[in-house]
């Protein structure tokens, strides 16, 4: 599909993926004659769009906004309603795009909006559907707490182990599959790193006026390493740093098919909080993804979590993988319920370009929007009869019926760094292949991101140059 567009292309091209999600994009400036299979978007004397599709075709226009700064949201709405009318789809979230929906009903409590003003201002702006508003309303209701709670003088700690047992169809993480020689190989040498990484960063840290506040240990799959190799990662992280007034220690200890006593006793030792994540408990969908171990084997772990005496467990699952159906989700959000886990994180799948599953994929492999719409809708139901309120949610592009991610979880069991990276507000230190930290700037809200390389191969051969960035953030800290 061609769109010929003579502004900024990021929003549009937003918005077009809501109704054409698979599609491949060409931009130009200059439109010829309205042709089949383009969309035009202008910003002259007025706002204009035209799009055309399958021999159908809708068009819309405005007058230039009095606030320039509204001529790009306005022509997404034109845009928004001409695909509605084209393809007779009408997606939830409006043209309301961004990754973290929950930080714009934050702004608008702090300006001392109620529920009704603030759903007035989304939907007259984004379009968004009053179903949609109710749920980011909610979500920033069940952070509350852990938002009056946070302390501006306070760090979370990333630990990033970039490797699993198998690659996922649906993965775009920079992980590799132990299952290749190249990368088990691998292994021991990136402990090495990162625990170099973890003593120098906790040495740069010492004597500053921030504390660890929540540790997490993520990946890939964590515990796809041994548990010698684990225990080493995580002693080090208890030397290095000063975890006496951490709050909450999660480890992503994710695919069943690793978890085992041996490491789960390690983890024990140190963390407060571990997720185990099935994504189904239907053996045949886990076969399409390409998952090696069965729903028995979620079962089986998750049993030897509990007499291990884990008392805060996640357990993520996602709506519309290839195969599944709305009553083989149900039985899997009804499966996880029954086993009572603290949380419970709802994806939807997201097709990203980098995932296997996405080469040759169609739009007809993949559930149709209204079956994935009455997963979601079934989940949210079903958890919140259970309990479960939603705590946090995130946005992906790409994601199959512009649908979202939620966290839900019990009472008092809301994970305070998934709320803390979605809200943006805390400082995040990372360590690994992949990391991100960023460093927040209290006074104007400037968020200073700085990478780690993304491949274990660069971390390990450029590590001197990767970390050069590390002796600005001391600085960076004690500034803000």
Same mark, same amino acid.
């Given at each position: 599909?061609?769109?010929?567009?003579?502004?900024?292309?990021?929003?549009?091209?937003?918005?077009?993926?809501?109704?054409?999600?698979?599609?491949?994009?060409?931009?130009?400036?200059?439109?010829?004659?309205?042709? /089949?299979?383009?969309?035009?978007?202008? %910003?002259?004397?007025?706002?204009?769009?035209?799009?055309?599709?399958?021999?159908?075709?809708?068009?819309?226009?405005?007058?230039?906004?009095?606030?320039?700064?509204?001529?790009?949201?306005?022509?997404?709405?034109?845009?928004?309603?001409? !695909?509605?009318?084209?393809?007779?789809?009408?997606?939830?979230?409006?043209?309301?795009?961004?990754?973290?929906? +929950?930080?714009?009903?934050?702004?608008?409590?702090?300006?001392?909006?109620?529920?009704?003003?603030?759903?007035?201002? !989304?939907?007259?702006?984004?379009?968004?559907?009053?179903?949609?508003?109710?749920?980011?309303?909610?979500?920033?209701?069940?952070?509350?707490?852990?938002?009056?709670?946070?302390?501006?003088?306070?760090?979370?700690? *990333?630990?990033?182990?970039?490797?699993?047992?198998?690659?996922?169809?649906?993965?775009?993480? +920079? &992980?590799?599959?132990?299952?290749?020689?190249?990368?088990?190989?691998?292994?021991?040498?990136?402990?090495?790193?990162? @625990?170099?990484?973890?003593?120098?960063?906790?040495?740069?840290?010492?004597?500053?006026?921030?504390?660890?506040?929540?540790?997490?240990?993520?990946?890939?799959?964590? %515990?796809?390493?041994?548990?010698?190799?684990?225990?080493?990662?995580?002693?080090?992280?208890?030397?290095?740093?000063?975890?006496?007034?951490?709050?909450?220690?999660?480890?992503?200890?994710?695919?069943?098919?690793? @978890?085992?006593?041996?490491?789960?006793? +390690?983890?024990?030792?140190?963390?407060?909080?571990?997720?185990?994540?099935?994504?189904?408990?239907?053996?045949?969908?886990?076969?399409?993804?390409?998952?090696?171990?069965?729903?028995?084997?979620?079962?089986?772990?998750?049993?030897?979590?509990?007499?291990?005496?884990?008392?805060?467990?996640?357990? /993520?699952?996602?709506?519309? =993988?290839?195969?599944?159906?709305?009553?083989?989700?149900?039985?899997?959000?009804?499966? !996880?319920?029954?086993? &009572?886990?603290?949380?419970?994180?709802?994806?939807?799948?997201?097709?990203?370009? &980098?995932? %296997? !599953?996405?080469?040759?994929?169609?739009?007809?492999?993949?559930?149709?929007?209204?079956?994935?719409?009455?997963? +979601?809708?079934?989940?949210?139901?079903?958890?919140?009869?259970?309990?479960?309120?939603?705590?946090?949610?995130?946005?992906?592009?790409?994601?199959?019926?512009? =649908?979202?991610?939620?966290?839900?979880?019990?009472?008092?069991?809301?994970?305070?760094?998934?709320?803390?990276?979605?809200?943006?507000?805390?400082?995040?230190?990372?360590?690994?292949?992949?990391?991100?930290?960023?460093?927040?700037?209290?006074?104007?809200?400037?968020?200073?991101?700085?990478?780690?390389?993304?491949?274990?191969?660069? *971390?390990?051969?450029?590590?001197?140059?990767?970390?050069?960035?590390?002796?600005?953030?001391?600085?960076?800290?004690?500034?803000?």
């Amino acid at each position: 599909m061609i769109i010929y567009i003579n502004g900024s292309k990021y929003e549009i091209e937003a918005v077009v993926k809501l109704f054409f999600p698979l599609e491949r994009f060409e931009f130009k400036e200059d439109a010829p004659v309205r042709t /089949d299979g383009c969309i035009i978007a202008r %910003t002259d004397e007025t706002l204009f769009v035209y799009a055309a599709a399958g021999g159908r075709k809708a068009e819309r226009s405005a007058p230039l906004p009095e606030d320039p700064s509204e001529n790009e949201i306005t022509l997404c709405r034109l845009l928004f309603t001409a !695909l509605t009318e084209l393809t007779g789809v009408t997606p939830a979230w409006g043209c309301l795009t961004g990754i973290r929906p +929950v930080k714009k009903i934050n702004t608008l409590m702090s300006r001392g909006m109620d529920y009704e003003q603030m759903y007035s201002y !989304l939907h007259r702006k984004y379009l968004i559907s009053r179903s949609k508003f109710d749920l980011i309303f909610r979500t920033a209701q069940g952070q509350r707490h852990a938002l009056d709670t946070y302390d501006p003088h306070s760090f979370s700690l *990333y630990i990033g182990i970039p490797f699993c047992p198998s690659r996922c169809s649906y993965c775009s993480f +920079v &992980s590799h599959s132990i299952t290749s020689k190249g990368a088990k190989q691998l292994i021991p040498q990136y402990v090495d790193m990162l @625990i170099r990484e973890l003593r120098e960063t906790g040495e740069m840290l010492r004597g500053t006026p921030f504390h660890c506040d929540t540790v997490y240990i993520g990946g890939g799959t964590p %515990t796809a390493i041994d548990a010698h190799q684990l225990s080493r990662i995580m002693g080090t992280a208890a030397d290095s740093f000063d975890l006496s007034a951490v709050r909450e220690y999660t480890v992503e200890a994710g695919r069943p098919d690793t @978890i085992t006593e041996d490491k789960l006793s +390690v983890i024990k030792e140190h963390a407060t909080r571990i997720s185990i994540n099935p994504q189904t408990l239907s053996d045949s969908v886990l076969r399409n993804i390409g998952r090696i171990h069965s729903a028995r084997q979620f079962y089986d772990a998750f049993d030897l979590a509990r007499k291990m005496g884990f008392d805060s467990v996640n357990t /993520d699952t996602i709506a519309g =993988l290839p195969g599944d159906t709305a009553e083989g989700f149900r039985a899997t959000i009804d499966g !996880l319920i029954a086993l &009572s886990p603290e949380n419970i994180t709802v994806h939807t799948l997201t097709v990203k370009r &980098s995932a %296997t !599953l996405f080469q040759g994929t169609a739009r007809g492999d993949l559930a149709a929007d209204d079956t994935l719409m009455r997963m +979601v809708d079934y989940a949210g139901e079903a958890l919140a009869d259970a309990g479960y309120s939603p705590y946090y949610l995130y946005r992906q592009k790409n994601t199959i019926g512009n =649908l979202e991610n939620v966290g839900f979880s019990k009472p008092g069991h809301e994970g305070l760094y998934n709320i803390y990276i979605m809200e943006e507000i805390q400082n995040i230190i990372s360590c690994g292949a992949g990391a991100s930290t960023k460093i927040i700037d209290h006074s104007t809200g400037k968020i200073t991101r700085s990478f780690n390389y993304k491949y274990p191969y660069e *971390y390990i051969s450029r590590y001197d140059r990767m970390t050069e960035y590390k002796k600005t953030v001391r600085q960076m800290l004690t500034e803000n």
